[in-house]
């Protein structure tokens, strides 16, 4: 039996994929870019009890904000966004008003260096946040990071986040993962908990 990882220490975020959603088919992993910076955090809704003189609370996590900074691919760009060429000659592409961004699966390998451990990590079911922003500056001694901000919302098993080391799972979800993610590849079959439902 394989000893489970109990040690890691995350030093770098690599191998980054988006595979979007285009009329209800998630489409082939693509290549991100070269990734620098990933940050999530949770928005959660708190429930509290009052018996008996004592409070009981619980939180419920309602989806992530994850924002991400990279050199991220031109394609990408486009798709997240909706920049498109429709209507227009070839090779000039527009954004405006009729743009609608996709919703897409984000993955990613985030490293170890020290102990030489890789973890897969996915957000299965992203929608973005902001709308497109441009930022050029002829002074700087490094060109910077484009910056992108979306919502992980809870895919059809109630979850936002997944994550795996390499040396723990199967072929078949290592080979996939950032290419066909999605809930059927990490399901073991089971019903999942169901997730608490507000109001």
Request: aromatic share 10%; charged share 25%; glycine share 8%.
């Given at each position: 039996?394989?000893?489970?990882?109990?040690?890691?220490?995350?030093?770098?975020?690599?191998?980054?994929?988006?595979?979007?959603?285009?009329?209800?088919?998630?489409?082939?992993?693509?290549?991100?870019?070269?990734?620098?910076?990933?940050?999530?955090?949770?928005?959660?809704?708190?429930?509290?009890?009052?018996?008996?003189?004592?409070?009981?609370?619980?939180?419920?996590?309602?989806?992530?904000?994850?924002?991400?900074?990279?050199?991220?691919?031109?394609?990408v760009?486009?798709?997240?966004?909706?920049?498109?060429?429709?209507?227009?000659?070839?090779?000039?592409?527009?954004?405006?008003t009729?743009?609608?961004?996709?919703?897409?699966?984000?993955?990613?390998?985030?490293?170890?260096?020290?102990?030489?451990?890789?973890?897969?990590?996915?957000?299965?079911?992203?929608?973005?946040?902001?709308?497109?922003?441009?930022?050029?500056?002829?002074?700087?001694?490094?060109?910077?990071?484009?910056?992108?901000?979306?919502?992980?919302?809870?895919?059809?098993?109630?979850?936002?986040?997944?994550?795996?080391?390499?040396?723990?799972?199967?072929?078949?979800?290592?080979?996939?993962?950032?290419?066909?993610?999605?809930?059927?590849?990490?399901?073991?079959?089971e019903?999942?908990?169901?997730?608490?439902?507000?109001?």
């Amino acid at each position: 039996m394989t000893e489970l990882i109990t040690d890691f220490s995350p030093v770098s975020i690599k191998n980054a994929s988006v595979q979007f959603l285009k009329g209800g088919v998630q489409e082939e992993g693509k290549r991100f870019g070269c990734m620098g910076t990933l940050e999530a955090e949770t928005e959660v809704a708190e429930k509290v009890k009052n018996c008996e003189g004592s409070v009981q609370t619980i939180t419920i996590p309602k989806f992530m904000t994850v924002t991400v900074g990279g050199h991220v691919k031109r394609y990408v760009i486009r798709d997240i966004f909706d920049i498109k060429t429709e209507g227009l000659k070839k090779g000039v592409y527009s954004y405006g008003t009729t743009s609608k961004g996709r919703r897409f699966v984000f993955t990613a390998d985030v490293i170890d260096e020290f102990e030489d451990i890789t973890q897969l990590i996915a957000f299965s079911n992203c929608s973005n946040m902001t709308g497109l922003s441009l930022s050029i500056d002829n002074d700087a001694d490094e060109v910077a990071y484009l910056e992108l901000e979306f919502q992980a919302n809870a895919d059809d098993l109630g979850q936002f986040y997944y994550e795996a080391f390499v040396d723990e799972v199967e072929d078949t979800v290592k080979e996939q993962w950032h290419t066909k993610f999605n809930s059927t590849l990490v399901s073991n079959g089971e019903d999942p908990e169901t997730p608490p439902v507000e109001g």
